[in-house]
Every structure is written in structure tokens, then in C-alpha cells.
């Protein structure tokens, strides 16, 4: 039998706080092997967003069947209120899943997913909110500034250039040099030995952009995650084409545009520490203040991403990577 009436009922509606979510991902087994560092790696990655977020960003931290201490470190974490929202899996679910699970279920308008091995540097969140506000039509941003993910995922960007809706040019960007390295050289790639190779660069009112990006960390509208992303899981642990087929492309589909920050706001640390990480995080605390005092208003514009037919999609990103390669002479970039 009920007594009475349940209280909720008579609120009002939720109002939201937030407008802008972080999701981390975290499965660290153990610590052997390649796992031996990563729980300090994952302390910096926390760390970093807690000092360089403002407080209309909320986390979220998905345990993928971590070992005891990751717990309940988070778990502490949760309940000293660094963290918004804990998901704890006894099993291992794999990454997209656990990922793409926690976002359908956040009601902010922008989502960043990121990996445990990324470091955030002071001002991430207002850049790539600028980029979302001021350019139409974007459908993903990345804090981190690489030179060569121009032909990722990119074709809806393309025919923006091709239409003129955005101005496009090669430009070097020297400032950008030594945190390009640090990326390449994190991921085992030879780093670049010239400060003027040429970056992909759209501008669109007064604000510039890097053209493509990578999925370490990547912060996306909310409504492509119910537009393209499939609806069905994915069934894989981590890796083969998952990110792709759950990220990439799904960006791509939607009509958005696929962007990083003109400047790099993060950096992919690998799976283990250096003393240049440390050096970045003490840059951060210093900052810290400085981030609450400097939010700006915020208001995404209105957007219509949509779900176009697979292959008249396919057939019209060839037709945009063909027609940019012949006007643009991307392969100036070296």
C-alpha cells in the first residue's frame, strides 16, 4: 500500500547545469605488461581535466572492469565530487560500447570522449566551444592540432570549401611544432623536421580551424550520436575498425564538419609518463583560476545533421575528395 504522494511529482522540470560532458573510458586490468604505467598515466589524464574545466562541464568515468585500486580511485574521485558520474561494468564490454553507452545517456549538447592517455592543457574547453558557436555546422572538434589528418573523415569539410561556405588555405602554423612532434612521437612516428610545413586551415567568422583530426580525444554534437552512429553494438574490445565505423564515419555522414583547434589544447601521453606531462599539469594549477573567471556565454547555433542514403553518401565523398585534391593541391603539404 502507498502513503502519500511522491514529492517529485510536484517539482518543477530538471534544469541543467552543464553543457558540455567529458567521458573517459577506463580498463586497466592490472598492472603488468602494457598496463605497468597506465594508472599513473590515467591520474595525470584526470587530473588535468579537473583543473582545466570550467564548472558548466561535467565527468564521466566508465570502469570497464578495472582491478581493485583503478576502483577505487575513482570511486574516491566520485565521492569528493571531482567526478560527476561513475559507471562501473564487472566485465569488460569493450571500448565503443562502454563509450558510445555513457553518451546516449547524457543530456548535454556537447559530449568530449576521450582516451586515459590524453593531457589537457588550460583553455581546451573554450577553444573548442568557440569553434562549435562560431563556424556552422560542425560536427566534431578535437583539442588536439595534428597536421596530417586532412583525408580522414573529412568530406563533408571539403565540399564546405569547395561551396565557399568556409575560406581554406595551406598556411604553416610554426607555434604548433613542437606539440606535433610529442603527438607523432607518442604514436612511434618519426617526428618532422621543419617548422613550415603547411597545415590545412578553414576560417570562418574571425575564428580559424584545422581541417580533420584524430579520435583520441574528440568532442562531438549531441544529436549525431542519434542521427548516424549505429544503433546496434559493436561487440569488439578495442581497435580493428570500431572507432571508424562508431566515430569517423558517423561525423562524416552527418553532414558535420570534422575539425581540430587551430592551436593544441591536449596531448596524447601514451601509456607512460614523462616529465614534460608533469611540466604541462603545474602550467594548468597555475591557470586554474583564470578558467572560472573567463567563461563566456555559450549557445551552439541550430543544427539539421541527417542520415543520408550509405551509398549515395559514399558515391559523393569520392566525389568531394577527387574534386579537393584537383582544386586545392593538398599535396602541397609534404
Known amino acids: 500500500m502507498r502513503i502519500g504522494m511522491n514529492p517529485q511529482k510536484q517539482d518543477n522540470k530538471i534544469v541543467l547545469k552543464t553543457n558540455h560532458r567529458i567521458i573517459v573510458v577506463v580498463y586497466i586490468p592490472d598492472f603488468k605488461g602494457y598496463y605497468k604505467n597506465i594508472f599513473e598515466v590515467f591520474k595525470l589524464c584526470l587530473e588535468s581535466i579537473i583543473v582545466t574545466k570550467n564548472d558548466r562541464c561535467a565527468v564521466t568515468v566508465v570502469n570497464n572492469a578495472s582491478c581493485l585500486e583503478v576502483s577505487e580511485f575513482i570511486d574516491a574521485n566520485f565521492k569528493n565530487g571531482n567526478i560527476d558520474c561513475v559507471i562501473h561494468h564487472n566485465e569488460n564490454i569493450g571500448k565503443i560500447d562502454a563509450i558510445i553507452g555513457a553518451a546516449r545517456g547524457v543530456r548535454e549538447p556537447l559530449i568530449t570522449m576521450t582516451d586515459v592517455d590524453v593531457l589537457f592543457k588550460t583553455a581546451w574547453q573554450e577553444n573548442v566551444e568557440n569553434v562549435f558557436m562560431k563556424i556552422k555546422n560542425v560536427g566534431s572538434v578535437s583539442p588536439i592540432a595534428t597536421r596530417n589528418s586532412l583525408n580522414y573523415g573529412t568530406s563533408s569539410v571539403f565540399k564546405s570549401i569547395f561551396f565557399r561556405k568556409v575560406k581554406f588555405k595551406l598556411v604553416p602554423i610554426p607555434e604548433n611544432f613542437d606539440a606535433n612532434n610529442k603527438s607523432l612521437q607518442s604514436v612511434n612516428r618519426k617526428p618532422e623536421v621543419s617548422k613550415n610545413k603547411l597545415w590545412p586551415v578553414i576560417e570562418k567568422n574571425d575564428i580559424k580551424a584545422i581541417v580533420g583530426s584524430g579520435h ?96 549515395w553518401f559514399c558515391f559523393w565523398e569520392r566525389v568531394w575528395i577527387k574534386l579537393f585534391k584537383i582544386f586545392y593541391k593538398a599535396n602541397k603539404m609534404g
Not at 580493428?240 to 592551436?263: C, M
Open 216 to 311: 583520441q580525444v574528440i568532442t562531438i554534437r549531441r544529436e549525431i550520436l542519434f542521427k548516424t552512429v549505429p544503433t546496434f553494438p559493436c561487440f569488439v574490445p578495442v581497435g580493428l575498425d570500431s572507432e571508424f565505423k562508431y566515430v569517423d564515419e558517423p561525423i562524416n555522414r552527418s553532414g558535420g564538419l570534422r575539425l581540430a583547434t587551430y592551436n593544441n589544447y591536449a596531448y596524447h601521453m601514451g601509456n607512460a609518463v614523462e616529465d614534460w606531462m608533469f611540466d604541462v599539469q603545474q602550467d594548468n594549477l597555475k591557470n586554474k583560476q583564470e578558467i572560472q573567471n573567463n567563461q563566456k556565454p555559450f549557445q551552439l547555433p541550430k543544427e539539421n545533421f541527417n542520415q543520408p542514403y550509405y551509398w
